[in-house]
C-alpha cells in the first residue's frame, strides 16, 4: 500500500528543514525523508558547534518570518559591523555594513542550534510525516506523481519530489539530472577558538597563497576559523597538536587578535564547485546544495538554499487546491526565479578562489593591485557590502 502525500522532502538538513517549516500553514501533505538524522530529530548541542556560518541579514529575516530566528539563543549569535579582507601581497580592503544600509553585514552563529529549532517546529507540524533515519531506495516518475520506494519496502507518492539530500543529491542521480563541478583540491579547516584581543565584530579574511583563512567573530573573546587549503596541507594541519595549530593559525593573521586557544575540536571539509545542469524536472525540485556547491569563502552556501526555499515554498503555498503542484509550469516558474542569483554568486565565488589559487607573479600584483583599487573607489566598498549581506550586487 502506498502512503499519499503532495510532497516528499528528501533531506532533513537546513534546506529541506526550513522548506518543511515554510510550508506549515500550507494545505499540503507533506512526507520528510533523511537518511542520517533520527526523529524527533537533532538534540538541542549541550556546547558550542564546530559548524559555524554567517547568514545574510535576508536569511535572518527570511528565519524570522518561520518564527525560528527568535527561538535562537542570541547570546551565540554576533553581528558582523566590518570586514576586511587582506590579499597575499600587501592589498587590503575594508568595507562596512553601512556601506549597504545595513545594520550589520551578517550574523555568524551555529548550525546544529538551528537545525534543532527547525526539527523542533517541523516535528509539530500537523501536516508533515517524518521518515527518519530511513533511506530512500527508488525514484519512479509517472504521469501524474512520484513513487520513493524506502530500503524498508514502504512506497511513498507524491505529486512532487523535492531534492534537498545536499551535494551529492541521490534524488538528482536517481532522476538522471547532471550536474557540473571540480574539485578545488582543497579542505576548509573549521575550528572555534579563543582569542587574547577582542576581535571588534569584524570578519577578518586573508586571500594566502596557501589559501583562504577567515576568522568570524563570535560572541565574546571567540572566533570560527575557517582555512581552506590544499588536500596535503590540511592533513599536515589537522596533524599538528592544538597548541601548535592555534599558533599557526595566530601567525598566519599577523596575529591581529593576539594568541589563540582551542575551543572546539578540528574539522575538515573537502570543497567542490558543483552545479546541477537544471533544477527542476516533471515532478521534481532541487533546493540548497542538491542545487548549487559553493566554495566557503564567501559564506553564502546555505543563504542561496534559503533563498531557494523562499522562492519555492512561496510558488507552493500559493498554489490552489485544484492546482498540481508537480506541474511543470509551476516548477518552471520556481527555475526561473532562481535562474540568475546562484549562477552569479557561484562563478564570481568560483573565480575569486581560482585568482588568489593562481601562483603567477604577475597575476598575484594584479590581485593585490585590485584590492587596493576597490578600497579606494566607494563604489566597490558599497557593492562588496552588499554582496556579503546579501549575495548579490
Ligand atoms: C567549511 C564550510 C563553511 C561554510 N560556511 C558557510 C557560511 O558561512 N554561510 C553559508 O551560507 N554557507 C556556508 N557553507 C555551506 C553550507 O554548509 C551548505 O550550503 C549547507 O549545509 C547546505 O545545506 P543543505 O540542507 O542544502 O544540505 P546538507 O547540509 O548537505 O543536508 C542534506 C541533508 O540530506 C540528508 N541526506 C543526504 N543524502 C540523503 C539520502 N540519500 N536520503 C535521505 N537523506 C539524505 C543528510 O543527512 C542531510 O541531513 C559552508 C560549507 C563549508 C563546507
Known amino acids: 500500500m502506498n502512503e499519499k502525500f503532495d510532497l516528499i522532502i528528501i533531506g532533513g538538513g537546513l534546506a529541506g528543514a526550513a522548506l518543511a517549516v515554510a510550508l506549515r500553514g500550507s494545505r499540503?501533505?507533506?512526507?520528510?525523508?533523511?537518511n542520517a538524522i533520527s526523529a524527533p530529530g537533532p538534540l538541542k548541542p549541550a556546547g558550542?558547534?564546530?559548524r559555524i556560518y554567517a547568514y545574510t541579514p535576508a536569511s535572518a529575516r527570511f528565519l524570522q518570518t518561520l518564527g525560528i530566528w527568535d527561538r535562537l539563543d542570541h547570546d551565540r549569535l554576533c553581528a558582523v559591523e566590518r570586514m576586511q579582507v587582506h590579499g597575499d601581497g600587501g592589498g587590503r580592503l575594508d568595507f562596512e555594513a553601512r556601506d549597504s544600509g545595513c545594520a550589520e553585514l551578517a550574523w555568524i552563529g551555529e548550525s546544529a542550534p538551528l537545525l534543532h529549532?527547525?526539527?523542533?517546529?517541523?516535528?509539530?507540524?500537523?501536516n508533515v510525516a517524518v521518515f527518519a533515519p530511513a533511506a530512500p531506495k527508488t525514484f519512479t516518475r509517472r504521469d501524474a506523481s512520484v513513487d520513493i520506494t524506502l530500503e524498508d519496502g514502504r512506497i511513498l507518492s507524491a505529486a512532487l519530489a523535492v531534492g534537498a539530500d545536499g551535494r551529492d543529491s541521490w534524488l538528482r542521480q536517481a532522476a538522471g539530472i547532471g550536474a557540473h563541478g571540480h574539485s578545488y583540491s582543497q579542505q576548509a579547516i573549521v575550528a572555534n577558538l579563543r582569542a587574547t584581543a577582542p576581535h571588534q565584530g569584524i570578519a577578518r579574511q586573508w586571500f594566502r597563497t596557501d589559501g583562504t583563512l577567515a576568522w568570524l567573530p563570535l560572541p565574546g573573546d571567540r572566533i570560527s576559523l575557517v582555512w581552506s587549503v590544499p588536500d596535503g596541507i590540511a592533513a599536515t594541519r589537522m596533524a599538528l597538536?592544538?597548541?601548535?595549530f592555534c599558533q599557526r593559525a595566530a601567525e598566519a593573521g599577523g596575529r591581529a587578535l593576539g594568541d589563540f586557544a582551542i575551543e572546539t575540536p578540528r574539522a575538515a571539509f573537502d570543497l567542490r564547485f558543483m552545479r546541477a545542469e537544471r533544477i527542476v524536472a516533471p515532478r521534481l525540485?532541487?533546493?540548497g546544495d542538491a542545487a548549487h556547491a559553493i566554495h566557503p569563502l564567501s559564506g553564502h552556501g546555505i543563504n542561496l538554499g534559503f533563498q531557494d526555499v523562499q522562492?519555492?515554498?512561496?510558488?507552493?503555498g500559493a498554489a490552489g487546491s485544484w492546482e498540481d503542484i508537480g506541474e511543470h509550469?509551476?516548477?518552471?516558474?520556481y527555475a526561473r526565479a532562481r535562474a540568475e542569483e546562484p549562477f552569479l554568486l557561484q562563478y564570481t565565488t568560483d573565480a575569486l578562489a581560482r585568482l588568489f589559487a593562481c601562483r603567477n607573479p604577475l597575476v598575484a600584483k594584479l590581485r593585490n593591485m585590485g584590492l587596493d583599487l576597490a578600497a579606494r573607489l566607494p563604489v566597490a566598498a558599497k557593492l562588496l557590502a552588499r554582496y556579503a549581506a546579501n549575495g548579490a550586487f
Open 28 to 34: 499540503l501533505a507533506i512526507a520528510l525523508i533523511d
Open 48 to 50: 558550542w558547534d564546530t
Open 117 to 126: 529549532e527547525l526539527w523542533e517546529s517541523l516535528t509539530r507540524q500537523h
Open 241 to 244: 597538536s592544538d597548541d601548535d
Open 285 to 287: 525540485a532541487l533546493v
Open 311 to 316: 522562492a519555492l515554498a512561496g510558488l507552493l
Open 329 to 333: 509550469a509551476l516548477l518552471r516558474r
